[in-house]
């Protein structure tokens, strides 16, 4: 089983900054890819910024120039650098690994709990 734990939401003013974090652990060999994801109340579920095991990044164009996503120093880690934030990045933001691969030769995908970041007016 793997789990993905994300930290580092919370509340922030306009212009703000914050840096979410995701730890991903348990049978993993390799991973295609991770990513961010958010969900705002009432909206659906929409791409953040993704990083690939080559290090290709893909961001929203709502977001680009303002987040950046990097891997961590521990292994299946990334974060989510967030600045100049806007009211209307609030949501909750999810972690999401692509194409995980365990030690039985399986490729899935999952997603964390999601930390919720609210920006305040």
């Known amino acids: 089983q793997v789990q993905l734990v994300e930290s580092g939401g919370g509340l922030v003013q306009a212009g703000g900054s914050l840096r979410l974090s995701c730890a991903a652990s348990?049978?993993?060999?390799?991973?295609?890819?991770m990513g961010w994801y958010r969900q705002a109340p009432g909206k659906q579920r929409e791409l953040v910024a993704t990083l690939t095991g080559a290090g290709r990044t893909n961001y929203a164009d709502s977001v680009k120039g303002r987040f950046t996503i990097s891997r961590g120093n521990a292994k299946n880690t990334v974060y989510l650098q967030m600045n100049s934030l806007k009211p209307e990045d609030t949501a909750v933001y999810y972690c999401?690994?692509?194409?995980?691969?365990?030690?039985?030769?399986?490729?899935?995908?999952?997603w964390g709990k999601g930390t919720l970041v609210t920006v305040s007016s």
């Open positions: 999401h690994a692509a194409d995980v691969y365990n030690t039985k030769g399986y490729g899935m995908n999952y």
């Open positions: 348990g049978d993993i060999v390799s991973i295609n890819a």
